[in-house]
């Protein structure tokens, strides 16, 4: 129980960590980006403001200006900026008709005359005005006659970019795996008071239940000779009637304690056998109370175990089915073998259990509505049912659906 409740304080410390990591990376990362975009939309604006083609007009006949004239730019990019006089710019115009006329790559012997080329039909083809390819952010515009594609250089920002990018996964990742260790170390300390207060009271209900059993004893042997002296008695009854309502308390506290504290000898069990042979004395007892014990057991189901404590976990499940069942009704117990792992099963129609009940009723001394239960119980059958389950490396729940009861067992089988 404390190991999942650390577990789920380092998973819930982690998740959190986790978030904000990512999420702190991909705003940082986000903004960082459509910041670029927006300052290389602006510097290539500026540039292609500034574009003059130096060729002659005349030396391309099919290059024909726009009736329109020159479209005006209105760059709020300063080209004085350090940033732009050290950008690298390529350009390549061409004339309505896609003849090329003039292509500017300056001194750069990474893309070739014919690349930028290629580049620009493609871009002009797609239709788009702006965008990346291939680490080139390109912008297109209408001049004076002609189309211009124009190109910057973004290789070393991408490179610096994914190399930033790149040591920030490194030390975060290494940043989670410390905080990780933190994070159980952190966990151990909120747990442990928690575990010495739970252990601290299984010690107590265990010496409770050894010292109150002498007095017990005593009293109950003391009520039976003064009886034999007095006849009835009312006083004497009541006193005889309190003492086993006691000593059945002290008798499943000691139990409690027992499958708590004390590793049970466990063994290779015939499971089917176990069960069916725990079930045939309730037969008699249902009948009693006018309800029908139907069983469906599947043989030779194996496991490993301990025989009284398996015993009891039926024999719990079973009385609490007919105390809680409706008058003339039925209960079925049911064993299966499901993916090595032994089902057993016993339903009952009663009343439904509420949701919020549903986990807590394993709990010690809890009760869904005291009002119901009669005086010689005390809501530690099914608190005993789990740590028998939990033991046995199983696991048991309660389900309701359509007015019917179950209590499932699931242990692994052999």
Known sequence: ?????????????????????????????????????????????AHAEMYTINQSVSDFPSFRPRPDGNRDFNH????????????????????????????????????????????TESIIKSGRNNGTENNLAFYKTDKDGYTLVSFMDNTVINESAMTLFRYTLIFGGVALVLFFFL??????????????????????????????????????A??????????????????QYENERMGMLVGQLLDLARTENVTPQMDHIDFSRLVAGEA???ESVAFEKGLTLNTNITSNIGVIGNSTQLKQIVSI????????????????????KEHGVAKLSVINKGEEIPTEHREKIFERFYRVDTARNDDKHYGLGLAIAKAITTSHKGNIEAHCFDRFVEFKVQIPAV
Not at 76 to 93: D, I
Not at 225 to 239: D, K, M
């Open 1 to 45: 129980m404390f190991k999942k409740s650390r577990r789920k304080i380092v998973a819930a410390i982690m998740s959190i960590l986790v978030l904000l990591w990512v999420g702190t990376l991909g705003v940082i990362y986000a903004s960082s980006y459509f910041e670029m975009k927006h300052q290389n939309e602006q510097m290539l604006e």
């Open 76 to 119: 709020k990019f300063n080209p004085e900026s350090p940033r732009f006089q050290l950008s690298t710019f390529y350009s390549v115009a061409v004339s309505y008709d896609g003849e090329i006329l003039e292509v500017k790559n300056g001194m750069s012997t990474i893309h070739t005359d014919e690349e930028l080329v290629s580049l």
């Open 183 to 220: 994070s159980m170390y952190l966990a151990k300390r909120i747990v442990n008071p928690l575990e010495e207060s739970y252990q601290k009271q299984k010690q107590f209900i265990s010496d409770a239940g050894h010292e109150l059993k002498t007095p017990v004893s005593v009293v109950n």
């Open 222 to 239: 003391n009520a039976e000779l003064l009886s034999r002296e007095i006849g009835e008695n009312q006083w004497l009854q009541n006193i």
């Open 280 to 282: 045939l004395p309730f």
């Open 317 to 336: 499940l079973l009385d609490n089915a007919i105390r809680h069942s409706k008058e003339k009704g039925e209960i079925w117990i049911t064993l299966t």
